[in-house]
């Protein structure tokens, strides 16, 4: 549900607005700073894919791809490390986090940030939609991106980040921000009793189910009131403040929300995994868009540093 509030919605809209060229990647070298599982990695690839596709990202509109398939942005990332000074990416959020326990830190981790600097430089982008706690990364590439072109030239397109100021900071099932970090998380995409399982497991206080409740502190209804029509959460909230009503009722109301409200995504995510070769043939069609932007790019790089 973070994932699906927070970017892919609001990244289709964007990529639905005529005025933008939109690249969208799925993130697979990242993921091998941990990930180490093979298997895992290309299940999680689809599973990501057909989430996108599942809430109706046009890839005739966009550039979607896997990262892995683009090798060019591995050979910029070299390059562009050898302009980005050590004190820079020991001071990026990603590394200072792991420093009580450097002996787990790769240099992948380390280098993450010159990695995503690549992702974003090699297709000339504009913007670049950012949360608050990315802002750093994008920082990182703008100070790289300005080291090489006045070393060089006008050669890269200074990003600039753009920041929606209504992100809605989703809560995971334990009160937290929802995040794979802290498997808090709602998969809507789970069979129904599996997804039912999630829902019951949210945290909630002891408020016996006679007395009333205060629907702003629950989790449940919080999260219910980032998907339920605005009739049904005025209607959970008065069940709230009258009391009778319990959160085990609250958690069922919610989950039969979720299920109806994206039983079409939930039907085409399902197809999708079921017929991962339509997934490889849209992957296939990004793939083969973004690879004439990235040899252009790399293109003029080599010309600048006399490779060519």
């Not at 993130?27 to 290309?42: E, F, G, N, P, V």
């Not at 009333?212 to 403040?241: G, H, W």
């Amino acid at each position: 549900m973070g994932n699906i509030l927070g970017a892919i919605k609001p990244a289709i809209d964007m990529s639905n607005d005529s005025k933008n060229d939109s690249f969208l990647f799925i993130a697979d070298m990242h993921s091998l700073t941990t990930l180490r599982d093979a298997t895992i990695r290309k299940e999680n690839t689809y599973s990501v894919a057909a989430a996108w596709l599942a809430f109706g990202l046009d890839v005739d509109k966009t550039v979607f791809y896997r990262q892995s398939d683009v090798p060019e942005v591995a050979e910029l990332t070299w390059y562009l490390s050898c302009f980005t000074p050590y004190p820079m990416l020991a001071n990026a959020v990603s590394f200072k986090d792991k420093l009580d326990r450097l002996s787990e830190v790769n240099a992948g981790v380390f280098l993450y940030p010159v990695l995503m600097a690549a992702d974003i430089i090699l297709y000339d982008a504009n913007y670049v939609p950012v949360g608050k706690d990315q802002l750093q990364h994008l920082e990182i590439t703008r100070d790289i991106t300005s080291a090489f072109n006045n070393h060089y030239g006008e050669t890269f397109v200074m990003p600039e980040p753009k920041i929606n100021e209504q992100v809605m900071i989703i809560p995971g099932i334990d009160g937290q921000k929802m995040s794979k970090s802290y498997n808090n998380t709602i998969n809507i995409f789970l069979p129904d009793k599996d997804l039912r399982k999630v829902i019951m497991k949210i945290v909630t206080d002891a408020t016996p189910v006679e007395q009333p409740k205060n629907p702003d502190t629950c989790n449940v209804f919080k999260i219910f009131s980032l998907v339920a029509e605005k009739d049904k959460i005025e209607e959970m909230r008065q069940n709230y403040l009258r009391g009778g009503y319990g959160y085990g009722q609250a958690k069922e109301t919610l989950y039969l929300t979720l299920v109806e409200k994206y039983k079409k995504e939930r039907e085409l995510y399902n197809h999708y995994m079921s017929n991962k070769n339509e997934l490889d043939k849209k992957l296939k069609q990004g793939e083969d868009k973004a690879r004439i932007v990235a040899k252009a790019t790399l293109k003029r790089v080599r010309e600048k540093l006399g490779y060519n």
